[in-house]
């Protein structure tokens, strides 16, 4: 079992992202996929979740600005950033839920800054 987490960077205020989510070794259909993200000195937060029926749901602070995705054919989530605010920067993980079961990604270090 593996998730991949890519796509972070650099970004100027008001840029955008995609960051993008490998998995391999489980059938992603059945999962919640979630992004979470964790900044120096705070604790890890959700920030959006596809459940396996394909209903979404987003932390009120990013809101209009993030959207998640999946492509069942490529096994893959994606979490599109809009309209990045300094306040975004933080390592962002992926994480898939069954039941109990609960996988992480190593996660992907996004930096918003002039």
Known sequence: VQLQASGGGL????GSLRLSCAASGFILNRYS????RQAPG???ELVALI??????????SVKGR?????DSAK??????MN???PEDTAIYYCKATWGTVNY?????????SS
């Open 42 to 44: 705070n604790q890890r």
């Open 51 to 60: 459940g396996s029926s394909g209903i979404t749901d987003y932390a009120d």
């Open 83 to 85: 309209s990045l605010k």
């Open 104 to 112: 992480w990604g190593q996660g992907t270090q996004v930096t918003v």
């Open 33 to 36: 996929m979630s992004w979470f």
């Open 75 to 80: 096994k893959t989530v994606y979490l599109q």
């Open 66 to 70: 993030f959207t998640v995705s999946r």
């Open 11 to 14: 970004v100027q205020p008001g």
